[in-house]
């Protein structure tokens, strides 16, 4: 149950931009603030949420946009079953009444399955003035008790059958198509279908598709659980007869990781619609086995596994003219199979996958007789789409290709079977590719480029942040190490690479989830990947080649995790699933969301747990296999497996520290004082032994000293306070003097070496890494034509990867200078620390991030005269803290004042070339005399 000090912080937001609407009850027009952007559970009006009580939140803009101070001091929420009853001021389900607090979660009548939920906000200001009622707005409720569902499970009769090869054959079951139709005796009022499946589907009604949402539903952990994907289907609905359609994909459902004994390898689905008739009748359509079913002309190529997830054929000679219209005659379709596998159901409370940014190509060219290659201009991850000609039976190969001097990279590769009439149009239904080149074979003539059209696809997040500067290599690797989150973020999960593996790494996932956050609204999105990593744990049996072996008993054992999620498949080590750790305190850290601790602090116990049954003399020992004790990864040069050296021994007990660290800042935070105390013993145990074993006090070093093992040994405090210093020293001679100022360190490592840089405010090393353009570095890549960031620094496997997307975090946290503090996660209080670097060529910073209050600005700029104009925006009900560079404090001014005329800011402390101040929301507008941070 959730306490008050449970209640997440986040839920009360502010925004810069919003049109309120009228008010029902007249209030007064002097309040300064109204409200917008309302959410609830960080989505926007979703639809068949199971969460009982419900998080909502809002923002506010000032009514004025040169007042300064805007605060809520309380708000007033009515939630009703009907939009009528909420247009007359009436809150049936809930009328909260005007409360002091930031905390809101849902504490009205109990909501039930299906049920609608109509809600609006107004909020009292800082003077006790009243806003106007915010527009309306919405959720929905899912079905909340697996009684409540009276459908069944079905699919098609055929069964994928893995055969044996290498290259192993390709899959020949087709994706089906299922039906059923049914008569209405008048025009729905409402009418919700719930949609689970095993593997990728598509919904229609009556020839159409519902929605624009592609690839549904993300990716899950079938061997536990299935999500429902809640769609409104009234408006498709008419009197009469009408039909619904389901058009599964294979995909997921042949996951060998997915095996197990309660359900054979192949697409099924459970749907229910509960249709509202006039009168208040009703009627409800479940799947059964009343269903009929007939194989579509799509089928998957490849077996959706490592370096074999391929592509799709569609053979436009099976197609059937209106499939899914209610005048088919479908008695020679088969009748659908009903299937029993055993799965919870749970809630989509994610933003779905879409179609994001269309990509034209810019060139083709016949590489020889009959072949041409399309260069698309990016590496992307996404779909084709392009029309097709030739004789009637005709195929046509696409193969995707990272490298203009290979046709094919990672066997990704689609087909087309021409039809009766010899023209169409191939587009990616349930699969997608990577890559920037496309080879074609098998047509007469040579495509032209208005043929050809692919798009982006991606969780339909939305951006959080923008950043541009002086320097133009930077503004390059920001933009394309974005452009390479995106690519990798499809299905509510941050994949190493969407060709090859496409698996949810936790190693990986160090080096993308603070780039993640700082850039763009994940709340959602990484709940639910968090839901994945708890879906996951449990013994070693619970994963690994076979798929198919039976869970392990709730024994300390099986508080370890694997190293990818949901997908099991994949070597690591304790960074990779130690992640279960990090990923709930980053989400806390960025929005305040408590119940994610609340949610996950059973597992971060077991895990812990079962680290402790690998310790020795207080450090961990190595365990497992040949993949199961990695700790860095791909640093400049590295070749083979290295899970037995003593830089991974040392690495792999310091991020046990840090998981130690993080698990007690999460008891504190919940309250669990015992817990707390327990694990920072503990990480002081493990922090003396690690010390003795490894510091190298010649060196003042330890380990090797490569960059990334001092800077994790600093960050989880290795060094005592005396040896500080000169580990410091250590570090920097081993960035500037031993490697040139390039960064030599790889995902994992290289990942603290930028979290330990950025909470020292060491952007003077953070830049000279970032502004190099020869090997190994983000420049050197860039210099060579990637428009993703690789895999490697040596330039080889994947041309697409979340290895050093770390990077991304500094534009925004580093040199824009937008931090969340520490102390007060969730932004309402934040700090502003711009990241002035003493060159040249970065003379000026321009960024925002939008935080859950509002969007946060950084602009700074130097002039000839080393003169710093700063603009800072405080969304309103936040507050800040500035650190502002100045050599004379004096001399600094805001508005053209100085800083002892502006009541809305105060002067707190004055330090070494810089001034602290504590902002009010507003507007401002700094000069300063300037000085350079970031150096110790």
């Known amino acids: 149950m959730l306490t008050p000090r449970s209640l997440p912080k986040f839920l009360l937001s502010v925004v810069v931009t919003f049109l309120a609407g009228g ?28 969460v009982t009580k419900p998080r909502l939140s809002w923002q506010l803009a000032a009514t004025d946009p040169d007042a300064r101070g805007q605060q809520q001091t309380g708000y007033h929420i009515l939630v009703a079953r009907t939009r009528a009853l909420l247009d007359h001021g009436t809150g049936d389900l809930w009328d909260s009444g005007m409360v002091a607090s930031d905390h809101v979660v849902y504490d009205g009548t109990s909501l039930t399955s299906g049920s609608e939920c ?47 090869g290498w290259p192993p054959p390709d899959n020949d079951v087709p994706d089906p198509w299922l039906r059923k139709t049914f008569t209405l005796d008048g025009a729905p009022r409402r009418a919700t279908i719930y949609v ?15 929605g624009d949402a592609v690839l549904s539903p993300s990716v899950v952990n079938y061997r536990k659980r299935a999500r429902y994907v809640t769609y409104e289907i009234a408006d498709h609905l008419k009197q009469g007869q009408n039909v619904i359609g389901l058009w599964l994909g294979v995909s997921w459902s042949i996951f060998p990781q997915y095996k197990t004994p309660d359900k054979p390898q192949t697409p099924m689905v459970l749907a229910q619609a509960d249709v509202e008739l006039p009168g208040g009748r009703s009627l409800r359509v479940v799947t059964d086995e009343t269903w009929r079913t007939h194989p579509s002309p799509n089928t998957l190529l490849g077996v959706w596994d490592f370096m074999h997830f391929g592509g799709e054929l569609y053979d436009a000679n099976k197609e059937v003219a209106g499939w899914c219209e209610p005048d088919l005659d479908d008695s020679g379709w088969q009748p659908a199979k009903v299937y029993s596998p055993n799965l919870l159901l749970s809630a989509e409370m994610i933003e779905p996958n879409r179609r994001i940014k269309e990509i034209r190509p810019i060139g083709v060219e016949q590489i020889k007789p009959g072949i041409y290659r ?79 059209r692919a798009w982006l696809v991606r969780t339909d997040y939305e951006q959080a942040a923008d950043f541009e500067c002086s320097h133009e290599l930077l503004n390059r690797i920001y933009n394309t190490t974005l452009w390479t989150f995106e690519d990798l973020s499809l299905g509510g999960y941050v994949v190493d690479c969407a060709h090859r593996e496409r ?28 839901q994945d990593w708890r879906d996951v744990q449990g013994g070693d049996s619970a994963w690994g080649t076979g798929g198919d072996k039976a869970e392990t008993k709730d024994t300390v054992e099986s508080g370890n995790l694997p190293y990818t999620a949901p997908t099991y498949w994949g070597g690591g080590g304790p960074a990779w699933s130690g992640f279960c750790v990090t990923l709930p305190w980053e989400i806390y850290e960025r929005y305040g969301d408590t119940r994610i601790l609340v949610e996950n ?60 660290q993080t698990a007690a800042r999460i008891a504190e935070v919940l309250d669990r004082e015992d817990l707390a105390s327990r694990y920072c013993a503990r990480a002081e145990q493990v922090r003396d032994a690690v010390h003795a074993k490894f510091f190298v ?28 210093p000169a580990v410091w020293r250590r570090l920097e001679e081993e960035i500037l003097i031993t490697r040139k100022g390039h960064i030599h360190a790889g995902i994992t490592a290289g990942a603290f070496l930028y979290k330990t840089l950025l909470g020292a405010d060491r952007q003077d090393l953070l830049f000279t890494m970032a502004n190099k353009t020869t090997y190994p570095g983000w420049g050197a890549m860039l210099q060579n034509g990637a428009t993703t960031i690789w895999e490697s620094w040596n330039m080889d496997n994947s041309l697409c990867h979340s290895s050093y997307l770390y990077i991304g975090t500094w534009f925004i946290e580093g040199l824009a200078g937008i931090k969340a503090d520490p102390q007060r996660p969730g932004f309402q209080h934040f700090i502003i620390k711009p990241g002035i670097v003493d060159d040249p060529s970065l003379t000026w ?42 050599t004379d404090a004096k001399s600094a001014t805001e508005g053209g004042r100085p800083l002892s005329e502006v009541g809305s800011l105060s002067h707190s402390d004055t330090r070494a070339s810089q001034i602290v101040l504590e902002l009010q929301p507003g507007h401002y507008e700094f000069t300063s005399s300037l000085a350079v941070l970031g150096k110790l």
Request: hydrophobic residues 35%; aromatic residues 14%.
């Open 601 to 660: 602090v059973a597992t971060i116990e077991r895990w812990l747990a079962f680290l402790e049954t690998k310790a020795k003399d207080n450090m961990l020992v190595r365990w497992g296999g040949e993949w199961d004790f990695l700790g860095d990864w791909l640093w400049p040069g590295a070749r083979g497996v290295n899970g037995d050296t003593p830089e991974t021994l040392f690495f792999n007990n310091c991020y046990w520290i840090y998981n130690l």
């Open 845 to 886: 910073v321009r960024a925002h991030y939008d935080s859950l209050y509002g969007r946060i600005e950084s602009d700074w700029k130097i002039d000839e005269s080393r003169g710093l104009y700063l603009n800072v925006t405080v969304p309103p009900n936040t507050t800040a803290t500035l650190y502002l560079p100045t």
């Open 374 to 452: 399309v260069d698309l201009g990016v590496n992307v991850t996404g779909w084709l789409e392009i029309d097709l000609r030739g004789q009637p039976g005709d195929t046509i190969e696409m193969k995707f290709s990272e490298r203009s001097t290979t046709d094919m990279t990672h066997r990704l590769r689609s087909k087309y079977v021409l039809g009766p009439t010899g023209a169409g149009m191939f587009r990616n239904r349930f699969n997608y590719f990577t890559g920037q080149w496309i080879t074609v074979e098998g047509l007469s003539y040579q495509p032209k480029l208005e043929d050809i």
């Open 503 to 530: 698996m949810g790494y936790g190693g990986d996932a160090h080096a993308t989830t603070e780039c993640g956050l700082n850039n763009y609204q994940l709340g959602a999105f990484y709940t639910k990947w968090s």
């Open 118 to 164: 109509f809600w609006k906000v107004r909020v009292k200001d800082e003077k006790g003035a009243v806003s106007a009622w915010s527009e309306p707005a919405r959720w929905t409720m899912g079905l909340l008790e697996q009684a409540d569902w009276t459908a069944k499970w079905i699919g098609a009769e055929k069964v994928f059958a893995r055969k044996e």
């Open 196 to 210: 689970a499946s095993v593997g990728y589907h598509e919904l229609y009604v009556n020839g159409t598709k519902v």
């Open 23 to 50: 008010s029902a009850f007249g209030v007064e027009q002097t309040c300064s603030v109204r409200v917008g952007e309302l959410r609830c559970e960080y989505l926007k009006d979703p639809l068949g949420i199971d």
């Open 697 to 724: 006090p010649a060196e003042n070093s330890y380990v090797n000293g490569l960059q990334g093992y001092l800077a994790i040994a600093l960050l989880v405090d290795l060094p005592p306070e005396q040896l500080r």
